[in-house]
């Protein structure tokens, strides 16, 4: 499939933020595992197993290449370059099709991994104790105090979502066990900010 240059780019950009979050998550998991296991406990017991996005970073170096830059940095500068926006590039469809559902996934999962919601404080001080949870919950604040990303990539979601669908697929959330235990965690909260947008919305 011939894709014009700037797709590609809100797809780098896309891809690029999911590699940073998941290497995010990935200290957090074993910032939390270390305390779990300290007091003889199983994480995955309250939370879901962290992935790493290892095809990420093969995903993000095709791309590169694609769009003739040398770090993905340089996107930003490409963004603005009008004149080549509309270049049509050769791209293999499987390969942009699970390229695409990849890094909308990782995205996703941004902040699944921070244990720090309310929804959690009963299982952490029934796994750690009292003393046990105020630590942990210092613990990964001050981590995320210093690695806490800024920005977001939802444009590029908009743009990713367009290009697949122009392929002929739509975007699904991975089937269960995918996140299972973060979804059953938040169903009734998010059921709540479902309900409150809808009555909101009949307000109009």
Known sequence: MRVKRDKLLHLLHLVNYGIAFNEVNQQLDEIQTRHFTAAGKDILGIRDKFVPYDEGKLAEQRLLVLCELSSANERFEAFNDVTRAHENIDVSDDWLIKTIKNSITRYG????????????????VNSLGMEGERVFTEAVQAFLHDHLICGQADESIKEAKALLSALGHDYKTPPPPYLEKHTCRFSEMNAAIKRSFQQRSKGF
Request: charged share 40%.
């Open 109 to 124: 999962e941004r902040h699944c991994f921070f244990m720090l919601e309310y929804e959690y404080k009963n299982d952490l």
